[in-house]
C-alpha cells in the first residue's frame, strides 16, 4: 500500500490550499484516515482525522479554517481544505492512513511521504 500526498506548496496568509492524500496497491477496505504535520523543530502532531462514517476531528489549532473529507467517488481519496491559512500552518504535512489489505487481514497503519506547506507572513 503506498500513500502520496499532493496539493503542498507556498501561499501567502489569509490564502488556500487542498491537499489530497490518495491511497494505492491492494486494499480491500480504509478505516480512518488522518492528516498530521510537523513543524522545523517541533514534534508531529495531528490536525485532523475522519472515520469510515464521515465523524471528523480537528486540532483546535485549526477548526473552522480546515477541512477533512472523503472523496465520494474515489474511495482511497481524503482532502484536507485549508483555509484562512497563518504563518503558524507551515509545516510538512502527512496522511496516515488505516488499510484492511485483503479481507480478513487486521487493520495496519501507512504514512505518506509529505508535502511542504509555506505560508508567507
Known amino acids: 500500500v503506498r500513500l502520496a500526498e499532493s496539493g503542498g506548496g507556498l501561499v501567502q496568509a489569509g490564502g488556500s490550499l487542498r491537499l489530497s492524500c490518495a491511497a494505492s496497491?491492494?486494499?480491500?477496505?480504509?478505516?480512518?484516515v488522518a492528516w498530521y504535520r510537523q513543524a522545523p523543530g517541533k514534534q508531529r502532531e495531528l490536525v485532523a482525522d475522519?472515520?469510515?462514517?464521515?465523524?471528523?476531528?480537528y486540532a483546535d489549532s485549526v477548526k473552522g479554517r480546515f477541512t477533512i473529507s472523503r472523496d465520494n467517488a474515489k474511495k482511497t481519496v481524503v482532502y484536507l481544505q485549508m483555509n484562512t491559512l497563518k504563518p503558524d500552518d507551515t509545516a510538512v504535512y502527512y496522511c496516515?492512513?488505516?488499510?484492511?489489505?485483503?479481507?480478513?487481514?487486521?487493520?495496519?497503519?501507512?504514512w505518506g511521504q509529505g508535502t511542504q506547506v509555506t505560508v508567507s507572513s
Open positions: 496516515k492512513a488505516r488499510v484492511i489489505g485483503r479481507l480478513g487481514d487486521l487493520p495496519r497503519d501507512y
Open positions: 475522519i472515520t469510515p462514517g464521515g465523524t471528523t476531528d
Open positions: 496497491g491492494i486494499i480491500f477496505s480504509i478505516t480512518a
